[in-house]
């Protein structure tokens, strides 16, 4: 049964489920419209202080309050997106937990890993569903993707490959100043987004070592990184990220997902294993003909997968965790296991070290935790 199937068979048997969103902005309202295509799911109150989110409630005709504690002892919904700009998710993240709310938390889920941790301990504390916004593993060619590396298509990977360039103009920045400062670069803000994909490809990240250079812009954030990456099962990956860089090879051009990205035949993803690579979002398989051997001819196979809006499937997944219909696909954990990757990127790309991630996963952010505390001891000790 295909998500939207799912909700519309369950939209018959609920009553309708009541969302609300905090932060209007870009994504917000794509979250918006993500839930008026959904079948058993309302928009019940917008957040936003803005004069423009006030005018966007107006346009949707629900009410908008300019704080997320008065909307939620007001509206008491069933479910809430936070699409605030990152610094405030912890907060506000907390405030929902703390009703009892389901949240889904727009990526990064945070821009302090600690205060990320924390507030993951929290839901597990309380028992309160967190989901992070990695959409695209909502998209069925990463579901595809997934299917073939796990049947064993391509035998064991052994490496792979990211690029995430594109050109952001002056104007995105403009409009949004929070996104020139401090921890809202590249590296946090997109390039969490594939490290979640390439853990969910190709397992848990266990070392990063990262280069980074400051923004040409004079943005409090750098603009060009590249990181060397090891996973648990000995494959080893590369990827490089750029807001600055005018190029066709980025998620955004190649998966198709956003209509107002321009589109090209391009892909972003090479994964290389034993018996074949597949290059990802345009699923192409490729295998020698008879034996594996560089001298014998090599065939592309084009995967065939369905088509449907990742953020909509997203949406109906949110749904039917509020249910108890399903766990989280990307749970606040999950997110937290690439914003830790992406921490250990961060600091990798300021110290110039290598850096090792404790088990690659459930421990990897406490691990980091401890690192930053004993980093601080020390200092303190000279
Ligand atoms: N999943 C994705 O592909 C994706 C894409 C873009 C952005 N994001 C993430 O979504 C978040 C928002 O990004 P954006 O580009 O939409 O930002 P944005 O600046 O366009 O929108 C943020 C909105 O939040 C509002 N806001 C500010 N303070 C608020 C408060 N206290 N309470 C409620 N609303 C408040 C602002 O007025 C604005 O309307 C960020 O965390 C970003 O990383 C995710």
């Not at 870009?26 to 005018?55: F, M, N, W, Y």
């Not at 995967?303 to 249910?323: C, E, G, Y």
């Amino acid at each position: 049964m295909t998500p939207t199937e799912h909700s519309a068979s369950a939209a018959g048997a609920w009553p309708a489920l009541r969302l609300a969103i905090a932060g209007i902005g870009l994504v917000g309202q794509r979250h918006a419209d993500a839930i008026s295509q959904v079948p058993g799911l309302t928009l019940c109150a917008i957040v936003d202080p803005s004069d423009a989110g006030k005018e966007e409630a107006q346009a949707r005709n629900v009410a908008c309050y300019g704080d997320l504690q008065q909307m939620i002892e007001a509206e008491a919904p069933d479910g809430i997106i936070l699409s605030t700009p990152t610094k405030l998710h912890v907060a506000q993240g907390r405030q929902c937990l703390d009703a009892g709310i389901p949240v889904l938390i727009e990526k990064p889920l945070a821009d302090d890993l600690a205060a990320a941790a924390s507030l993951v301990e929290r839901s597990e504390q309380v028992d309160v569903a967190l989901l992070v916004g990695h959409h695209r593993r909502h998209n069925p060619l990463i579901r595809k993707a997934h299917e073939y590396i796990t049947q064993g298509r391509i035998g064991d990977v052994r490496a792979m490959q990211a690029t995430c360039w594109f050109y952001k103009p002056d104007a995105y920045f403009d409009v949004a100043p929070w996104r020139k400062q401090g921890g809202a670069g590249p590296i946090s803000v997109n390039l969490v987004h594939d490290i979640d994909l390439m853990r969910h490809l190709c397992g848990e990240i266990t070392s990063v070592q990262a280069q980074a250079a400051p923004s040409a812009r004079g943005h409090e954030n750098e603009d060009v990184a590249a990181a060397l990456l090891t996973f648990d099962n000995g494959a080893i990956g590369t990827i490089t990220v750029s807001d600055s860089i005018v190029a066709p090879w980025s998620w955004e051009m190649t998966a198709h997902e956003y209509p107002v990205y321009p589109t090209t035949s391009q892909s972003a993803y090479q994964i290389g294993g034993s018996h074949g690579a597949l290059s990802v979002p345009d699923l192409t398989l490729w295998t020698h003909e008879e034996v594996r051997d560089w001298w014998t001819p090599i065939s592309a196979t084009s995967v065939l997968r369905d088509t449907s809006d990742p953020l909509i499937n997203q949406m109906v997944h949110f749904a039917a965790v509020i249910r108890g219909d399903e766990t989280p696909l990307v749970s606040g954990r999950e997110g937290l296991r690439s914003l830790a990757v992406v921490d250990a990127i961060q600091r990798s790309a300021k110290s110039n070290e290598l850096i090792r991630l404790e088990e690659g996963g459930a421990n990897v952010a406490l691990a980091s935790m401890r690192e930053k505390k004993e980093t601080k001891m020390t200092n303190q000790a000279h």
